[in-house]
């Protein structure tokens, strides 16, 4: 429950009744802010203070206004409290006066006056190299004539004065040129919200059509509960590095001056923008300090394919240099990796933009148990793309690679290498593995008598995909020749 309170002479009195909140999330740990304010407004300047907001707002970004534009509602000043009373702030605030401490002693509660030498406090220091860090100073009380450097019990403090706040406050100047009753828009951006998305899949004993689940984590770090709120999520790169607030304020304006009543059986995603909006279906409490989990996403037989690939060269690429250093190809590398590949469409049963996250992969065993087989993340993808996932490396399939031969001519621009790549598959059933070879040494090249078919995938890299029978042995060789 929000309230509005009014401490000067010159005020009204409004309803504290508020219509839920509505937040929208970015994963960039900030959001945006919407409640309703009822106003009921006299003609000239009013002083109105408004508690509940979130201790991380960004007092630059509020927007207080009529969402039906028939009040001419001014701002002439703003002010924002974001430091709320506790027990150490009421200590800093006593500093240097005596108060009465209560504490129990065989079951008795004695009082105890001591005077606040120094509050606790967190001061920033330097350590040995330099670097800044924070250590929180220990209170001094001084009781009897004695300091000790604890508190002698609970504090009991005096009556606060009406400039203290419970909660962060916004305090608002308002102008209006007439009386006017309405719903006034509170719009504000404020840090500590953030939310990821996860997905699980499941595949069965036997195949590769997956059933995948997606879940949307939200984290609120505000300082505030949000009580019944409407939420709704943004996926995608949203630039924050402008110095100026009022650049980031822009880029989410029209996001604060919407408010869509509707709602849905299910979470709602449309395009917004140069983003994708998520609409959680139906209104949530979330609770400050809270992670709220909702699925967002599902996919009934999603067709996967598990690819292998080895790629022996590690780490070798074209640097955009002639390279003649001879110990480069000299190197073996033995695993082969495993990847899972879907296509994000309609017809494989998604279809839908999928937000950056982390993807899981199950396989039911025997027994009828779920079995972790891997995790990876995924970037922001759009439907109709396809999604590679890499999940860790073979264990019955080994590569080998190779360099059989070495050539410099004496006198021309030419050097010509010979590599043998080796696939050993000991598993009890046949596998394609694809061979990724990095042409390194230059931009000029040509392969030569290559014992498989390869395919040319960029001006530096070429594959040979090559079928292994169960148990087998296949060794792909060819020779490459570099002119300049």
Known sequence: ????????????????????????????????????????????????????????????????????????????EQSYRGDPVDQQRLLQMFEGQTIRFLRTLEGKDVFVDGKIIRAPSMVTSKNQYGNPQ????EPIIEVEGELQTRLPGTPLFPSLGDDSVL?????????????????????????????KSDYNLVLPEEGDEVTLTGWVSIENNTGKTFEEAKIKLIAGDVNKVEPEPQVRRKEVFAMAMADSLSAAPQVEEKKFDEFHMYSLPLPTTLRDS??????????????????YIYDGSGGMR??????????????????????????????????????????????????GQLEFTGENTIDHTPKNETIRVYLGNAFDIVGERKRMDFYKHPSRD????????????????????????HLYRWSNWEIQKPSH??????????EFPVDVEADGIVTVRYTVEYTW
């Open 1 to 76: 429950m929000k309230h509005l309170f009014f401490p000067i002479a010159v005020s009204l009195v409004a309803s504290i009744s508020m219509a839920a909140p509505a937040i929208t999330v970015y994963n960039k740990n900030f959001g945006v802010v919407r409640d309703r304010v009822p106003l009921d407004l006299k003609a000239g300047l009013s002083d109105v203070s408004y508690s509940g907001v979130t201790a991380q707002l960004e007092p630059e970004s509020v927007i207080l206004r009529d969402p039906c534009g028939k009040v001419a509602l001014s701002v002439v």
């Open 134 to 137: 924070q250590k929180m100073l």
């Open 167 to 195: 909660q962060p406050t916004l305090s608002w100047k308002l102008f209006t040129d007439q009386d006017a009753q309405l719903d006034a828009q509170l719009s504000y951006l404020t840090n500590g919200m953030s939310w």
């Open 290 to 307: 809270e992670t709220k989990q909702v699925e967002f996403v599902r996919g009934e037989n999603v067709k996967t394919d598990k690819r």
């Open 318 to 367: 074209y640097y955009g240099g002639l390279n003649m250093n001879q110990n480069y190809g000299q190197n073996t590398q033995p695993d082969v990796a495993i990847y899972r590949e879907l296509v994000n469409k309609e017809e494989n049963g998604l279809g839908v933009p999928l937000p950056a996250g982390r993807m899981r992969f199950y396989r039911m065993d025997d027994d």
């Open 414 to 437: 030419l050097m010509r290498e010979t590599f043998e790549v080796e696939i050993r598959n000991r598993r009890e059933e046949a596998v394609t593995v694809q061979i990724i070879e």
């Open 453 to 462: 078919e390869f395919e040319k995938t960029d001006a530096q890299t070429i």
